[in-house]
């Protein structure tokens, strides 16, 4: 999700518009302010991907979700799932990821918590 929008600027001498803030984003299910432009990211990227175009060769649009812990993901999932009229892509389990929320342990223990809710 989107919390902020980039913000510009236009220059006084030449009229162009440069940009002097990029958006923010967050997590899907919380809001919690992600780093999405961040290369040392441990954050989880969902792709959402439905048909837009006539059949029999539609076109796909991939609507890309951003979740801070295995724990927003799945909650968020049924949702996703309820929305989606084609695939979802979902995160590799990275067992570099230190962050808390997003390591593989952390994985297992949203994947027993979901099981649990009888979804």
Same mark, same amino acid.
């Given at each position: 999700?989107?919390?902020?929008?980039?913000?510009?600027?236009?220059?006084?001498?030449?009229?162009?518009?440069?940009?002097?803030?990029?958006?923010?984003?967050?997590?899907?299910?919380?809001?919690?302010?992600?780093?999405?432009?961040?290369?040392?990211?441990?954050?989880?990227?969902?792709?959402?991907?439905?048909?837009?175009?006539?059949? *029999?060769?539609?076109? %796909?649009? /991939? +609507?890309?979700?951003?979740?801070?812990?295995? !724990?927003?993901?799945?909650?968020? @999932?049924?949702?996703?799932?309820?929305?989606?009229?084609?695939?979802?892509?979902? *995160?590799?389990?990275? %067992?570099? /990821? +230190?962050?808390?929320?997003?390591?593989?342990? !952390?994985?297992?223990?949203?994947? @027993?918590?979901?099981?649990?809710?009888?979804?």
């Amino acid at each position: 999700m989107i919390l902020q929008e980039r913000k510009w600027e236009t220059c006084d001498k030449c009229g162009k518009q440069h940009m002097i803030q990029e958006e923010t984003h967050g997590c899907d299910t919380c809001g919690k302010e992600i780093e999405v432009f961040d290369s040392n990211r441990e954050m989880l990227d969902v792709g959402v991907f439905s048909k837009a175009g006539p059949e *029999p060769h539609p076109d %796909f649009i /991939n +609507t890309a979700r951003h979740f801070c812990s295995w !724990d927003c993901l799945f909650e968020k @999932l049924p949702k996703l799932c309820r929305e989606c009229d084609q695939f979802i892509t979902l *995160p590799y389990l990275s %067992f570099d /990821n +230190t962050t808390p929320g997003t390591t593989p342990a !952390d994985f297992w223990e949203a994947v @027993l918590a979901y099981g649990d809710r009888g979804i």
